[in-house]
């Protein structure tokens, strides 16, 4: 079934330290009125919006939920922030290995469901794991970002701050 997208509504898949964050931050910006969240541990996933829709008072008014991919069709935005960490020894591309399988059984979910909107990819080592998001889904190159050079920009605009004593 083809939904129009609701320009409003948020989606994130992986609800760990960096998707839980996420989350919090979508609800106080006040940007979406709706936010799905999807996680492999679907009780984390459900924990985290009970917790974070405890501060909606503070912030506005928006439905926030736990669900599957059938909720996430109509969201104008799905941020992936699923996946393993870094552990002690293991290279960011040891982590290639365990993240792309990760993604091979989320992104096609999403883009056989017909989502219309903007994949915006978290997961580590993010370049390459937004290069295989755009594989996985077929989607132009246009609708699949990722976040690595935005917190990079960061990174050094911290460190040139520091150094120069700004
Ligand atoms: N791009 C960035 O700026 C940036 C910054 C920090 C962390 N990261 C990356 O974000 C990712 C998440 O980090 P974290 O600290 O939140 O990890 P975490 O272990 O706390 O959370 C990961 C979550 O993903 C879930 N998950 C695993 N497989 C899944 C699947 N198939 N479907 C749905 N959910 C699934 C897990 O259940 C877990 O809740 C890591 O890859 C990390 O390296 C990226």
Redesign the pocket.
Known sequence: MIKTINPRKAAV???????AATAFTLMQSRLFTEMVL????YD?ADGEAKDISHGVPFAGQMKIYAGGYDDLMDASIVIV??????KPNETRLD?VHK?VA?YK??IPEIAKRNFKGILLI???P?DILTYAAVKLSGFPEKRVIG??TV?DTARLKYALSKHLGT
């Open positions: 898949i992986g609800c760990g330290f960096v998707g999807l996680d492999a541990n984390k922030t699923a996946g393993a960490n870094q982590l993240n990760i059984s989320i978290v997961s580590n993010v976040s690595g917190l």
